[in-house]
C-alpha cells in the first residue's frame, strides 16, 4: 500500500471514528439504581411495582447522638395542638429521613389524637420501598399509629403481595385505619375497599376524607363495575325504617363517588338510582347524569311533576348511548 492510499483510508475512516465517540451513551439497565419518586403524590393512582424493580429490604441508618437528641425534641413537637405548628414540626422530622423511624415508632404509643395523625404522617414521609418489610410487620400491630402507617405506606410501595395483605385491614377495628387501607388499594386500581371509600366520602367515617378519596378514584377509573358502590345504591326496606335519614345519605354519597368517578360503569349505575325514592337522592343523581351524558348544568327548581319528567328523559337518553 502507497502513501496516498493510506491517507486515503484514514481520512475516510476518522468521520465513523469521531462520530462513534461523540454520540449518545449506551443506555444504562433498567435496575442499576432505583428510581426517585419523592415527587409522586401520597394518592395519585400509580402502576403497581414489581420486586425486581424495588431496591433492597435495609434498616433504617442510625442517627449519631446528637441528631437523635434533636430528634426526639422535634417529636414532642408533633404533640402540639395548632396545626401549624404540628405541620413545622413534621417538615422538622421528616427532614431526618429514614434514620428518625425507630425513634418514631417508640412514639406510636400515644393516643393524642393529633399526634397520632402527625406520626403517621412522618413515618410516610420518611419510610420507602426500603422499608417494605417492616410496613408489612406493622400492619399488625398493636398500636393504631403503625397500622395506619402500614395502611398508606403500602399504597406508596404499590407491590401486589403487600397490596393483597391490606385485605383483612378493611375490617380493622380503628376506623381510619380502615380507609387508609380503601385509599391504597384504589389508588392502585383495586375495587375492594370502594363502598368503605363511599362512606369516607359521605361523612360517615368523620371529617378530612373527602380530597384524599378523589385523588385515588383515577385508580380505578374505567378499570372495573363498581360493584361495591352499586350495592349501596340498593335500598334496604328495613334501613328505610329504623334509620332512613342515614341509609339515604350512603345512597347520596354513592351517587356523588359515582359522578366523580365518571366513567361508563359509574353512569350505568347513576341511571339506577333515577327510581330512587328519596327526593335528593333522586335528584342527584339527575344532575350527575345531566352532567356526564350531557354536559349540562344542575336541573332548575322544579316540581315533582317536572322532576319526574327529566327522569323519564335522561333514561331515554342513557339507552340511546348504549
Excluded at 402502576?47 to 429490604?57: D, E, F, I, M, N
Excluded at 342515614?246 to 349505575?269: C, M, Q, Y
Excluded at 325514592?277 to 339527575?286: L, T, Y
Amino acid at each position: 500500500m502507497n502513501a496516498t492510499t493510506a491517507l486515503l483510508l484514514v481520512l475516510l475512516t476518522a468521520p465513523a471514528a469521531l462520530l462513534a465517540q461523540d454520540g449518545p451513551a449506551p443506555a444504562k439497565p433498567e435496575d442499576s439504581a432505583p428510581a426517585d419518586d419523592s415527587a409522586a403524590p401520597d394518592d395519585a393512582a400509580g402502576q403497581p411495582a414489581t420486586p425486581g424493580a424495588l431496591p433492597p429490604v435495609e434498616p433504617p441508618p442510625a442517627l449519631s447522638a446528637m441528631e437523635a437528641e434533636k430528634l426526639k425534641r422535634a417529636i414532642k413537637k408533633l404533640r402540639n395542638d395548632s396545626d401549624k405548628h404540628r405541620h413545622a414540626a413534621e417538615k422538622e422530622v421528616i427532614a431526618f429521613g429514614r434514620g428518625a423511624i425507630p425513634h418514631l415508632e417508640e412514639a406510636a404509643t400515644t393516643d393524642h389524637a393529633s399526634m397520632m395523625d402527625a406520626l403517621v404522617n412522618c413515618l410516610c414521609g420518611v419510610a420507602d420501598a426500603h422499608d417494605r418489610d417492616r410496613v408489612e410487620t406493622d400492619m399488625t400491630s398493636s398500636l393504631v399509629v403503625l397500622r395506619r402507617f402500614a395502611a398508606r405506606e403500602t399504597g406508596d410501595i404499590g407491590l401486589p403481595e403487600l397490596l393483597d395483605k391490606l385485605l383483612p385491614m378493611l375490617a380493622d377495628a380503628d376506623r381510619p385505619t380502615q380507609v387508609e387501607a380503601a385509599l391504597s388499594l384504589v389508588r392502585n386500581g383495586r375495587e375492594e375497599g370502594l363502598a368503605i371509600l363511599t362512606l369516607a366520602y359521605g361523612g360517615s367515617y368523620g371529617p378530612g376524607w373527602s380530597e384524599r378519596v378523589l385523588a385515588a378514584l383515577p385508580g380505578i377509573a374505567n378499570k372495573g363495575t363498581h360493584d361495591e358502590v352499586g350495592k349501596l345504591l340498593v335500598i334496604d326496606p328495613e334501613r328505610e325504617k329504623s334509620e332512613p335519614d342515614v341509609a339515604s345519605n350512603e345512597r347520596l354519597a354513592a351517587v356523588r363517588l359515582l359522578h366523580a368517578i365518571g366513567d361508563r360503569a359509574a353512569t350505568a349505575l347513576i341511571v339506577r338510582a333515577l327510581d330512587d325514592r328519596h327526593n335528593v337522592v333522586q335528584r342527584e343523581a339527575i344532575n350527575a347524569l345531566r352532567d356526564l351524558l350531557e354536559q349540562k348544568g344542575p336541573l332548575e327548581a322544579s316540581s315533582i311533576f317536572q322532576q319526574l319528567t327529566e327522569v323519564k328523559r335522561l333514561k331515554e337518553v342513557a339507552a340511546s348511548k348504549v
